[in-house]
């Protein structure tokens, strides 16, 4: 996205590399990096036990820099959560090129800004993916719902309202970086999922992303994935990385989502537009993403309504304010 380097700059990013240093958030000296961290669930828990699920969950997954792999992130744990027998629905809430339906090989029939603009139902809007996931088409038209009105408003909380029970997981891609879509959709999230790459640029836009997120949103915990690692040593040490700076500059906890290897397997599944994990379920990248839906579905969950679909809609119809 434009200008995202240079707003995770001034946001107090590019400090994640070499001998690491930043100015603390009330500013003043530079200090040397710590080695103390504020990580939470460290070791990502065990793959296998899945707790029965009653609540809700609603996760944005988002990164501070593009091409990292939200978008295969938000495919192939939907799907890996599908087959765990949740009811996901998937809002693409990034209009960048490379989109979800594109990647499931999807053709959307119109998108959120034809239900804001009352031109259709937010249940027409849903199109099938694999594995009985729904997914709500990319549209510009999410930002215009703080603009509508009382009425307007109404009726679409009443749409939602009746697809409250359909579902059992709310997954949002996001666009990358700290643009507002991305400040809109992780602060009506319950969690947020930063997904990062052992690459530096990648860390430092990660970390600039959850400054801002923390400083200007009150966002206090984080789960991080690292994706395109070459091994789990690769990836520890990425997290433990951002781990450290983060517990040294900000009053956050990450909490360490897992690895999911770099696998030729997936860009042969994005030609071909579907879910690696479903074109290749025995290769390391979808045995990766199993072992993160059943982690995902060990955390616990918000008990409905409070957690539910209504109110990620309701906080979004709030917006996102700094
Ligand atoms: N685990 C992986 N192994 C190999 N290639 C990957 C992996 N994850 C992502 N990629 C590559 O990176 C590209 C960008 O991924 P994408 O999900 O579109 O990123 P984002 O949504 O963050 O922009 C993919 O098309 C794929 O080629
Ligand atoms: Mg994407």
Redesign the pocket.
Known sequence: MTGDRASNQAAGGNLIGGQQSEQPAGGGNVVPFPARATVLNRSGRGSAAVAPVSGFRAIAVS?G???????????NLAVALAQRGQRVIVLDA?L?L?NLDT?LGLHPRATMRHVIRGECSLSEVLIDGPRGIRLVPASSGFEDMTQLGGGERLHLLEQVDSLEEEFDVLLV?TA?GISSNVTFFTTAAQETMV?VTPEPTSLTDAYALIKVLSTRYAEREFGVLV??SRNDTEADRTFAHLSRVAARFLDVSLRYDGF????????EA?RRQQAVIELAPRAP?SR?FDALADRVLSLPTEPRPKGGLQFFFRRLLEGAQP
């Open positions: 990164s820099k593009g091409g990292v792999g939200k978008t295969n992130v938000v495919a990034d960048g490379a990647l891609d990358a997904v994706n395109m999911i290897p770099y696998d030729s397997e997936l860009p994005v990248v990766a």
